[in-house]
Structure formats: structure tokens, C-alpha cells
């Protein structure tokens, strides 16, 4: 079993920051990737940013210049270091791994931006 757990989540007005932290524990065999996804009230579920094995990283065009998601592979940790943010990144952020026994998520966190 592989557990998933999000911190870091939060209000924050325009133009703040915040950081989000992802711990995975459990059975952890290879990783292949990790990630950050989020969805807003509404709307599906989209990619934020991604990052391989090897530090190959994807972002949405959305985010990219104010996101930087980084893994510590001695900790089994994924974050999101988010910069300069705005109303419409509010949603709730969930990490995903990707390993070579399935796909985990955690339960998400909640990021509110006010205007």
C-alpha cells in the first residue's frame, strides 16, 4: 500500500506564495513520476506540472515562470513551489505518482487565491 499526503495548502491573496509538500510512504517500488494536478469548482481535473525519474520537468502553459515543482527521491517528496499567484489558480491541488505497481494519489489541498 502507498500513501499519499499534501500539505502546504492555504488562502493567500494575488501575488503571494505558497509551497506544497507531497510525502509518500508505503510499499514504494520504482517511481516513475510525480505530479501536481488541480481542479477548480466546475471544471475537470488538469495537469499543474510533472516531473520524471530523471528531472524531466512539464508545465502548464498556465504556470510556467511562476511554478517550479521539484522531488527530494531520499525523502520520497514532490513540491510545488507556486509564485506569484492568482484567482484562478484556486483548486484543489492533488499530488499523483506514478509507479511500475499502479497509480497513487493523495487527497488533495486546498489553495484559495484571493483578488
Known amino acids: 500500500q502507498v500513501h499519499l499526503v499534501e500539505s502546504g495548502g492555504g488562502l493567500v491573496q494575488a501575488g503571494g506564495s505558497l509551497r506544497l509538500s507531497c510525502e509518500i510512504s508505503?510499499?514504494?517500488?520504482?517511481?516513475?513520476?510525480m505530479g501536481w494536478y488541480r481542479q477548480a469548482p466546475g471544471q475537470q481535473r488538469e495537469l499543474v506540472a510533472r516531473i520524471t525519474e530523471g528531472g524531466s520537468t512539464v508545465y502548464a502553459d498556465s504556470v510556467k515562470g511562476r511554478f517550479t515543482i521539484s522531488r527530494d527521491n531520499a525523502k520520497n517528496t514532490v513540491s510545488l513551489q507556486m509564485n506569484s499567484l492568482k484567482p484562478e489558480d484556486t483548486g484543489v491541488y492533488s499530488c499523483?505518482?506514478?509507479?511500475?505497481?499502479?497509480?497513487?494519489w493523495g487527497q488533495g489541498t486546498q489553495v484559495t487565491v484571493s483578488s
Open positions: 508505503g510499499s514504494i517500488f520504482s517511481i516513475n513520476a
Open positions: 499523483k505518482v506514478t509507479t511500475t505497481r499502479g497509480v497513487y
